[in-house]
């Protein structure tokens, strides 16, 4: 068996040597790296940074109030026009000039069209003149029967001819009635020929062009006119409001209503409930009202979607207190009220409906108790806190649009 030279094995020696050396090096200066930092860390704080560690927490805070809550219902309504219609021709005949432009608003009465009246003016002639024929035989028989009656009475004819000239005077009676019937059709249908407006609205597109011939029997029409002046939004409540809403119905109290944009930031219009529904959708438990608002700025549109704002009741003198400043956590709902030494101490509250930036509460509070609204979320029990002035919360009757 070979040996192993002596070279290699002095080699392999002080190899290991210097790794044991190295070793020895890194965990002493892992130690003393330990020391120093275990040494920083023992130092005291300086008191400016213990200052700032004990400095009061900012928070912005609002007062309780007492105040009139109005109970709202918040539902998803969609308007309809109060009144719609399609305008239609009473009678064919070529559609001759268009007096109207879409989109435009209406009055009742107002004059949208024309049809030619030519063939209408000739059939009132036509029937005036059958009518000044019948009346001319119906004098000329009048008379002939006054000669009749004078001759009977001095017994020169017989009673049998004045019976059918009698006769012959009904019945000329009854054709010149006729002939005015006549008459008033051609009449009527000849001012058929001008196509009015049926109710005030705004116009829609135009559906037929001059020149075209058209029916009465077109299902299409001309044009459409809606209503928005009043509009209406039809929206389901839930029925366990039914009976305040029967209650303020049958005592004549107006249901007032209110229409927001999709965000709930703009107030579109203020109304009332009309009507509401003769049953309970049994498929969803709800109940679907009809309100009305008079739209006066035509902001609102037919299907248009708005978030509705039903106020079945009011709260009178109800303890309020901001939005914000209601938390909710595993203990339930609460609040930090700020102390006279500008501590906190938490509240315990039942919450109840919102009007607004306020919410009613039942609790150990008191109108006038200032309540943190911000900065709520790093507190605890008894923190020292710094109150701040903070944005004036808006009370439900104040966001009301006048």
Known sequence: MDQ?????????????????FLFILLIVVAAGLGLFLNQKNDKPVKSGEKDKANRPQPVATREVVRQDMRELVNALGTLTAFNTSVVRSRVDGVLLRIRYTEGSTVKEGDLLAEI?????????????????RDQALLKNAELDLQRYEELWSKDSIAKQQLDTQSALVAQLR???QTDQALVDTARLNLSYTKIKAPIAGRLGLRLVDT?????ASDANGLVTITQHQPIAVVFAVPDKYLQKIQAKLKN???LKVEAWDREQ????????VQVIDNAVDVTTGTLKLKAVFPNADESLFPNQFVNVRLQVDTLKDALAVPA??????????????VNEDDT????????????GDYVAVTGELEAGQKLVTEGADRLREGAKVEPMAAKPARRGKEKRAQ
């Open 324 to 337: 914000n400043a209601v938390q909710r956590g595993s203990i339930g709902t609460f609040v930090y009220a």
């Open 265 to 272: 930031s703009n107030l579109l219009a203020k109304g009332k």
């Open 116 to 132: 030619d009246a030519a063939p209408y003016e000739a059939a009132l002639k036509n029937a005036l003149g059958q009518l000044q």
């Open 252 to 254: 004549q109290e107006p």
């Open 211 to 215: 020149g075209n011939f058209i029916k």
């Open 4 to 20: 192993i030279p002596l070279s290699t094995e002095r080699n392999s020696r002080i190899n290991r040597k210097k790794w044991t």
């Open 174 to 176: 009854g054709t010149a």
């Open 344 to 355: 906190v101490s938490l509240k315990k509250i039942e919450a109840g409906v919102s009007d």
